[in-house]
């Protein structure tokens, strides 16, 4: 995919910081609101957020397919709407603290709509079906042609490091909400200094100790006391977060879809905030296996959420 280009920054710049001490930056400006809320229109006017979105029981269980269900290239619902994102690309607050991170000329890996779907949208069978699987990706129940967005029913803690096995942790991941996201609106969970112990195996090995707080074990001997964040925010609330960052949603509980754009972004050339990042790590920035809560045909094969215990 294209890079993104922006001047280049230095690598004194308070998301930095942030990353080092946290493992993540929460912006404290919004990206245009009014935007978000135009793309939010038309991304609604593309189909039903409803019961709809779904195959019936008996059209799945007659051919079952676990695995190519999320948005690619050619099947993505931003793709139809690039001319549209310059209120998040260009937005000099972002690119600047992008730029700090990741060097100049940052390589935009990814970018799709996420779309919490709420209680009422989905089947009852379905529901029966996925209650308690630590990752509630619906791709696989979703008609063929809506898996342009990726929708989820709640997600336990975990790592964006997941989905790139052998892959070191030189990218990142913004959120950006198109509109109000309350507690009822599956908003994120995140684990601030979660990233210090590198990339682990999901599922993660979590033990609360509090309202907001958490011990968390890599497996090989280190441990790190987390504290719980909670991103909630107004239309426009934009957030980025190292991809050994522990992050989740517990299922929507409002009465309406959340939906959000999220960006996965890489190092690009020159000095870059994400090595000085990775060098304070004390585990590894790659695994040759990144999880185990999946059967070999793509679907769940051990249940448990953490992330529903908050």
Request: include cysteine; glycine fraction near 8%.
């Amino acid at each position: 995919m294209t890079a993104l280009r922006a001047p280049t920054a230095g690598l004194n710049h308070p998301a930095i910081d942030d990353f080092v001490r946290d493992g993540a930056h929460v912006f404290d400006d919004l990206v245009d609101p009014s935007a978000a809320s135009a793309l939010l229109a038309d991304i609604r006017a593309t189909r039903p957020f409803d019961h709809r979105l779904f195959l019936t029981q008996a059209e799945f269980d007659a051919d079952p397919q676990y695995v190519g269900v999320n948005p690619r290239p050619g099947r993505n619902l931003l793709e139809r709407f690039e001319d549209r994102l310059d209120f998040v690309d260009r937005a000099p607050h972002i690119v600047s603290s992008l730029n700090a991170l990741l060097g100049d000329g940052y390589e935009l890996l990814n970018r799709k709509v996420v779309c919490g779907v709420p209680q009422a949208s989905v089947p009852d069978w379905l529901r029966q079906r996925i209650l308690g699987n630590p990752v509630n990706n619906l791709g696989a129940y979703v008609r063929p042609e809506y898996r342009d967005v990726t929708y989820f029913y709640g997600i336990d803690f975990h790592q964006d490091l997941i989905d790139y096995r052998d892959r070191p942790a030189d990218f990142l991941t913004l959120y950006v909400y198109l509109h109000p996201v309350g507690r009822q609106d599956a908003p994120l969970f995140l684990l601030t200094c979660s990233h210090r112990l590198g990339g682990t195996v999901f599922p993660h090995d979590l033990q609360r100790d509090g309202a907001d707080a958490w011990t968390y074990r890599d497996g090989r001997g280190g441990e790190v006391k987390t504290h719980q964040r909670l991103l909630t925010g107004p239309a426009g609330f934009a957030a980025i977060w190292h991809a050994c960052t522990l992050h989740g949603t517990q299922p929507d509980a409002a009465d309406h879809e959340r939906i959000s754009l999220r960006y996965l972004l890489a190092r690009g050339r020159g000095p870059a905030g994400l090595d000085a990042v990775n060098a304070s790590l004390a585990g590894p920035l790659s695994l040759p296996q990144t999880r185990t809560d999946l059967a070999p045909d793509g679907r769940a094969a051990v249940k448990g959420n953490i992330v529903n215990q908050v």
